[in-house]
């Protein structure tokens, strides 16, 4: 099983419980060593980008003031961690799509805040944020990932459609551009309840939790906006069954729809086989109180609190990502296309100041969300499981969501009843 750096864009809020710690592949990088020959196991989740095994070999084989052996960590990689962060046997630096809030609570991940303190506001702050708790940082983004609407330009010129900017005009937009041999949209196979978890939340001016940890979209308007997402699908304006889902482009490319949710790591391949004639949008706002949306993910550096070489393993993840930005540059352009979660550093970069990359990077810091730390696995599901019944089976989200709302507040009151963090020790 590969996965690419996407995974964490629709993973839930991380895994808990026994994992499978055994069928790791396993190489070591190099590096001089210091004086007490201290080594550091380093974990990475499998990436399906070619190149990006050997280039964080290369990064660790650089560094000198210890010897650092990269695991590159097949199958459930969430799971894996989760239980290894329980044992002695576990990594001292490791990739992580969080951490959880459990982990943090339970020590089970060192306090990071001062590798970042003189650098804290040059990092994405809607990816920094979900890494952020009672004030304290608790790892360090590598790359930004993000998503959005990509739509054909001369499909949608020869309907006489413009590029949709509120979620009514994407719905009817859909309806027009939709014909006997193209959709009008694809939001993935399932209809789009998995890809876009909170985002139209977020377009209709909510949010999946408030700033004080409540639920925040106890709200009409929550309602409003996901009754429109079933008339996508009523309208039988939406593309199903595709060979691919959503996170391949080539149902777009093919010519299957006019619009396509999908994320940046697609827009080299539809470049190069549409040349310029696609774009790129955010997902809509929708009312009065709504804006324009981008979800964002990134993996993150993070170390663990049964390290032996807690401070070690802090200093290598200060210098890998924190200091050496080239490298960091690099791991986020090189092997796929993603933003680096330094603001520095994505404006610089030449490969993301033009065009619709360009765009990307704009919508990414201007309407970025990434999903709460406080938001649980068990929330999650419960909320998701909701918009699929919305979305496909026209099931009233009046009554959805009254009831996702009731095991969200749930949730929110069950982790804020443990707030107190263990410290590491």
Not at 192 to 218: I, Q, S
Not at 328 to 344: C, K, M, N
Request: aromatic share 8%; hydrophobic share 40%; net charge neutral.
């Amino acid at each position: 099983m590969t996965m690419s750096r996407r995974g964490v864009l629709v993973a839930g809020a991380g895994a808990a419980g026994a994992g499978l710690l055994a069928g790791c592949g396993s190489n070591t990088g190099r590096g001089g060593g210091d004086a007490h020959g201290t080594q550091l196991s380093q974990w990475y989740h499998q990436y399906g980008e070619a190149g990006t095994e050997q280039a964080v070999e290369r990064y660790a084989g650089a560094y000198r003031k210890a010897r650092v052996r990269v695991q590159w960590r097949p199958g459930n990689y969430d799971q894996q961690t989760a239980a290894a962060l329980l044992t002695d046997s576990g990594p001292d630096v490791f990739e992580v799509n969080g951490p959880t809030l459990d982990q943090i609570q339970g020590g089970q991940v060192v306090d990071l805040t001062e590798l970042v303190k003189d650098v804290e506001d040059d990092f994405n702050p809607a990816v920094l944020a979900p890494k952020t708790y009672d004030g304290r940082v608790w790892g360090i983004p590598q790359v930004v990932d993000m998503q959005m609407l990509y739509y054909r330009k001369s499909l949608l010129r020869d309907a006489g459609v413009e590029p949709p900017d509120t979620l009514d005009a994407l719905v009817d937009a859909a309806g027009k551009l939709t014909s006997s041999k193209v959709k009008g949209l694809f939001l993935g196979n399932d209809g789009g309840a998995g890809v876009l978890g909170g985002t139209p939340l977020y377009a209709a001016g909510l949010r999946l939790v408030t700033e004080d940890g409540k639920v925040g979209f106890d709200d009409p308007a929550a309602a409003r906006t996901l009754g429109k997402l079933h008339r996508l699908y009523a309208d039988k304006s939406l593309l199903l069954g595709a060979p691919a889902d959503w996170s391949d482009p080539s149902a777009f490319t093919q010519g299957l729809t006019a619009m396509q949710w999908s994320g940046l790591w697609a827009l080299p391949q539809i470049r190069k086989e549409l040349g310029d004639d696609f774009g790129v949008l955010p997902f809509p706002g929708d009312g009065g109180d709504g804006r324009p949306c981008v979800p964002v993910g990134a993996y993150g550096a993070a170390v663990s609190g049964r390290s032996r070489h807690k401070e070690a393993a802090k200093e290598f993840v200060r210098w890998l990502w924190v200091q050496r930005t080239d490298y960091q540059e690099d791991f986020a352009l090189s092997y796929g296309f993603h933003i680096p979660a330094r603001i520095s550093l994505a404006r610089k970069a030449a490969q993301l100041r033009s065009g619709a990359a360009a765009d990307a990077v704009r919508y990414t810091t201007d309407h970025g969300y990434a999903q709460p730390l406080l938001w649980t696995p068990a929330a999650q599901t419960a909320y998701q499981d909701a918009l699929s019944r919305i979305i496909s089976g026209g099931a009233s989200p009046e009554g959805e969501l009254r009831a996702v709302v009731r095991k969200a507040g749930a949730e929110l009151d069950r982790v804020k009843s443990t707030k107190k963090v263990k410290k590491a020790s």
